[in-house]
């Protein structure tokens, strides 16, 4: 059959319409191949990655029945030829490393009759490919099969960093439902799970160099991330191409460090006056005027990077509040003996110490933005900045040099929507309205950048979930499948080749096949529109 590139706008070919985030290049034919042999083999040398991942979707496509919603009660199509399974071949085989400079490529062909194959550059480009391939598989009258073959994909993320952070400081999350949320990332190719681990409200996880942090400053001694728990997290991740960013926030939002070494801090639980000396309750930093609250954050870096294998560690450094120590009695004796010194001049001193720890131990050093543009501190170039306090925080940040990832609470803040948690304040939070997948696909973290330089320097898009108003048992629904809407947008790009933008009008169907897909996976992601619109697409648009 001959093929045609898919480009007419809200025409998608049924089986392009599977795919999310959309592909690079794809091209497709008018036959339908049954595919009751959709079996994944390797062309490969022995590959432990390659081979976990063939096993792992090995079984899912034994089990899957995916049936997309415009299909129900419909009889399968009539076939063209037999599918012969899926070979994947790796051309560099041997090199398994997972970081930001890893080739994530792939092309897939998929013919009428006989095998299908998968070629990439490395195992992780492959995982992607194996993927697609995945979503290309439907079920309808118990029959499996691919329509719109032969099917011809070249794909490749547009973005290098594209990233969930969840924070369990502040609600704990068990160890399952974050290795749940990793298999909903892969779904969408996500790879940086940025893991928000420790806050000012508990410090959860295992300290070998200081015992007492998780022992006392856990909710709960079933509220705790041990050395395997982390690993094992860590090893779940590389299996599905996605690296763990931890964070570890200094010098602020570090109360829970109080409930164990007081004696370095400043500003502990100041009630009811809270406000003067934090963001939220409750308050506390690191007292930044005596050197063991300096060592012990170099200590807990030192500790951390051995634990955490990835090269970038994140050093938080955001919010912190000055008035906390210009009412701190010993930093106040301490700049009294030492009047050439300031509260600004120990902060620097202190962001000063910290990276440099992370650059010594062979890490690069990832912060949120006030750590450049809120102090006087100058971080080294090859920092990663997060913004996140607006959209402009992106172009000012690639602007003066540095590589930025794109965080805006305006956009990517999924925890925004539920209203106020402080309990005597009735009304919206500071980061309302709800962030609908809508207004997170039509962001843009390179609007304003038109330096093809800076451009470059925009390397990554992150979604964040902070935790004061979710938990296990909401977790699923406030990431998925507004997440998946950054995935794509951070995989594929906001244009497709042509220069075109694509709009949440023509992406619609294929993000409800992508949900309800995810929901069959056992990712319980919440629904866009009432089922009738899935079943009818482009019935739900306002005119």
């Known amino acids: 059959?001959?093929?045609?590139?898919?480009v007419v706008l809200g025409m998608l070919s049924p089986a392009m319409a599977s795919i999310w985030p959309i592909p690079f290049v794809y091209t497709n034919g008018t036959s339908n191949t049954a595919a009751n042999n959709a079996q994944i083999t390797s062309r490969?040398?022995?590959?432990?990655?390659?081979?976990?991942?063939?096993?792992?979707?090995?079984?899912?496509?034994?089990?899957?029945?995916f049936t997309p919603p415009t299909d129900y009660n419909k009889r399968p199509p009539a076939?063209?030829?037999?599918?012969?399974?899926?070979?994947?071949?790796?051309?560099?085989?041997?090199?398994?490393?997972?970081?930001?400079?890893?080739?994530?490529?792939?092309?897939?062909?998929?013919?009428?009759?006989?095998?299908?194959?998968?070629?990439?550059?490395?195992?992780?480009g492959a995982m992607r490919g194996i993927e697609s391939y995945s979503q290309l598989l439907v079920f309808n009258g118990g029959a499996r099969f691919i329509k719109s073959t032969p099917i011809h994909v070249e794909d490749k993320p547009a973005l290098k960093h594209r990233g969930l952070l969840l924070d369990t400081s502040r609600n704990y999350y068990p160890v399952n439902d974050i290795l749940r949320t990793l298999d909903a990332m892969?779904?969408?190719?996500?790879?940086?799970?940025?893991?928000?681990?420790?806050?000012?409200?508990?410090?959860?996880?295992?300290?070998?160099?200081?015992?007492?942090?998780q022992s006392k400053g856990a909710y709960a001694t079933n509220m705790q991330y041990s050395y395997k728990d982390v690993q094992n997290i860590i090893n779940y991740a590389r299996l599905r191409g996605i690296r763990v960013i931890p964070e570890f926030d200094m010098p602020g939002h570090t109360y829970a460090v109080g409930l164990s070494k007081p004696e370095i801090m400043s500003c502990l639980n100041k009630q009811p006056s809270w406000d003067n000396f934090a963001a939220e309750p409750p308050s506390g930093q690191l007292n930044i005027a005596k050197p063991a609250a300096r060592d012990f954050a170099i200590d807990i870096v030192s500790e951390y990077v051995r634990l955490f294998p990835d090269n970038v560690f994140h050093l938080g450094g955001d919010e912190v509040n000055r008035n906390c120590w210009k009412e701190d009695p010993d930093v106040r004796?301490?700049?009294?003996?030492?009047?050439?010194?300031?509260?600004?001049?120990?902060l620097v001193d202190f962001y000063d110490k910290l990276h440099g720890a992370v650059e010594s131990l062979n890490r690069t050093g990832m912060t949120w933005e006030e750590t450049l543009f809120h102090s006087s501190y100058v971080p080294p170039k090859n920092t990663i900045i997060q913004a996140w306090i607006d959209e402009d925080s992106i172009p000012k940040t690639v602007s003066k040099g540095y590589r930025s990832i794109a965080s805006p609470a305006s956009a990517y803040y999924l925890d925004c929507g539920h209203g106020g948690w402080l309990s005597n304040v009735a009304g919206n939070s500071w980061c309302d309205p709800f962030k609908t997948w809508m207004h997170i696909y039509n962001f843009d973290p390179m609007a304003n950048i038109t330096s093809p330089k800076e451009r470059k320097l925009v390397i990554g898009?992150?979604?964040a979930?902070?935790?004061e108003q979710s938990d296990p048992t909401v977790l699923d629904a406030r990431l998925w499948p507004r997440a998946a809407a950054m995935a794509e947008t951070a995989w594929s790009g906001k244009a497709d080749s042509r220069g075109h933008v694509r709009t949440t009008k023509e992406v619609t169907q294929r993000l409800h096949n992508q949900r309800f897909r995810m929901v069959g996976r056992g990712i319980m992601a919440e629904p866009l529109q009432p089922l009738w619109c899935a079943r009818n697409p482009g019935a739900c648009f306002l005119p």
């Open 333 to 346: 004796a301490y700049l009294g003996a030492n009047p050439e010194e300031s509260v600004e001049s120990l």
């Open 1 to 6: 059959m001959r093929s045609a590139i898919v």
């Open 79 to 124: 076939t063209d030829g037999n599918l012969a399974g899926l070979s994947v071949l790796v051309i560099d085989d041997d090199d398994e490393t997972l970081s930001l400079d890893t080739d994530e490529s792939y092309t897939l062909d998929i013919p009428t009759n006989g095998m299908a194959k998968l070629k990439a550059n490395s195992v992780y």
């Open 465 to 467: 979930l902070w935790s």
């Open 461 to 463: 898009a992150e979604v």
């Open 186 to 213: 892969s779904f969408n190719k996500m790879n940086i799970f940025h893991w928000h681990i420790v806050d000012a409200q508990s410090w959860p996880v295992e300290s070998k160099t200081f015992p007492d942090l």
């Open 44 to 65: 490969s040398a022995a590959s432990p990655i390659l081979d976990a991942v063939i096993r792992r979707y090995n079984e899912l496509i034994e089990y899957e029945s």
